[in-house]
């Protein structure tokens, strides 16, 4: 009888590409970014601003992965998805996480996640304006600019820093958005808007904020997802359910085990845009 292993792969070699490609779209986009004041001048609009600017990111990202591993497939938030062999990777994007910040000149981050059957397998986030890289291979720990990372361990409710996004002008499309603040807001210490849902998970991941929740994508938040679970955190949507729910509707909670269960205790009422 013919017996087929499946050999594990290391991934640190990929990464290590990752990260030099994320840091080339961080330099590319950055160039554009400096120039968020133009916008006052109208030499171009908000929308095409940040579109070219995430345009030109994918693109970079994508050739770059896609000439090095050309069996594996390819999914961007700019363009249609590019398939190919490899039945089990894929790459997942997204070349501008924070597109509201980036026009007003904050910071915003870079995600690059390879996936592999239903795991997130390498993960790389940049943030080009405070030059954090954030890397995580499962099993091998989380790390920000190589130092190991660990969720915040406070537990006290008066100093939970709680991170979330809120939409202004396209309201009913998330609604309960306002209400989840009223939901949650005392006795916490702080609620804090990041603007990027990536760079918010990564927040957690190394205790700048002691949670994070938000409905939203999930090429937005993988790679954070994994780096606060490899920097002891938890993740699961918003009535504790795990990744075969979440990664399809993105209603997540993100946080240290304290945060996690006032969230949970605190979000399970409230309003939001995918049924339960
Ligand atoms: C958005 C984030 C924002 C968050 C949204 C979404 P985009 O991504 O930047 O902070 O609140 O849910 O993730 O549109 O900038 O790629």
Redesign the pocket.
Do not use: C, F, Q, R
């Given at each position: 009888m013919e017996i087929h292993l499946i050999m594990p792969l290391s991934y640190d070699a990929v990464l290590d590409e990752m990260v030099a490609t994320a840091r080339e779209a961080g330099a590319l986009t950055l160039e554009h970014f400096k120039r968020f004041r133009d916008l006052e001048i109208g030499i171009k609009g908000p929308a095409d601003f940040v579109s070219d600017a995430d345009r030109e990111s994918e693109l970079l990202i994508r050739d770059r992965l896609m000439g090095r591993w050309p069996d594996w497939s390819f999914y961007g938030?700019e363009f249609p998805p590019t398939e190919r062999g490899d039945a089990e990777h894929r790459w997942l994007v997204?070349p501008?996480?924070?597109?509201?910040?980036f026009i007003n000149g904050q910071h915003?981050t870079i995600s690059i996640a390879l996936r592999r059957g239903n795991q997130t397998v390498a993960g790389a986030l940049y943030n080009p304006v405070s030059d954090e890289m954030f890397t995580a291979i499962p099993g091998q720990g989380a790390f920000m600019n190589g130092e190991r990372l660990r969720v915040s361990q406070q537990a006290d409710v008066a100093l939970f820093a709680i991170g979330t996004?809120?939409?202004t002008p396209n309201l009913q499309l998330y609604p309960g958005a306002y209400q989840r603040l009223d939901a949650i807001r005392a006795p916490i210490g702080a609620i804090r808007i990041?603007?990027?849902?990536a760079n918010?998970a990564a927040y957690v991941a190394m205790g700048r904020l002691t949670g994070y929740f938000?409905?939203?994508?999930f090429s937005?938040t993988a790679v954070g997802i994994l780096c606060v679970q490899e920097a002891g955190g938890v993740v699961t949507d918003w009535w504790g359910r795990g990744p075969e729910i979440y990664e399809q509707t993105g209603t997540l909670i993100i946080a240290n085990a304290a945060t996690h269960a006032y969230l949970l205790e605190h979000l399970k009422d409230v309003p939001r845009k995918n049924p339960k």
């Open positions: 938030e997204d501008i996480d924070g597109t509201t910040n915003y996004g809120l939409p990041v603007g990027s849902a918010s938000e409905e939203t994508g937005d």
